[in-house]
């Protein structure tokens, strides 16, 4: 398993970061990524506007906008 057991080799990452890209598993990602968040959106809009699902919708939109 590269990603366990080579996770510190470079060059073994960027293999499977490759691979991962050109097969399609990221673009796949993004798409259930947006999909969950979606469902979480309009899960929170079923509860009434305060700060409590203000700062869940904010953590929401974080998690799902932040670069790593």
């Known amino acids: 398993n590269i990603v366990k057991n080579h996770n510190k080799d470079k060059k073994k990452v ?6 991962i890209k050109d097969k399609g598993g990221l673009k796949f990602a993004v798409k259930k990524m947006e ?9 929170l809009l079923e ?3 305060n700060k409590y699902r203000d ?4 953590m929401l939109n ?7």
């Open 35 to 43: 999909a969950y968040r979606k469902n979480a959106m309009n899960i």
């Open 47 to 49: 509860f009434p506007k």
């Open 62 to 68: 974080f998690v799902i906008e932040r670069k790593i």
């Open 14 to 19: 960027k293999e499977l970061i490759k691979f």
């Open 55 to 58: 700062a869940l919708e904010l």
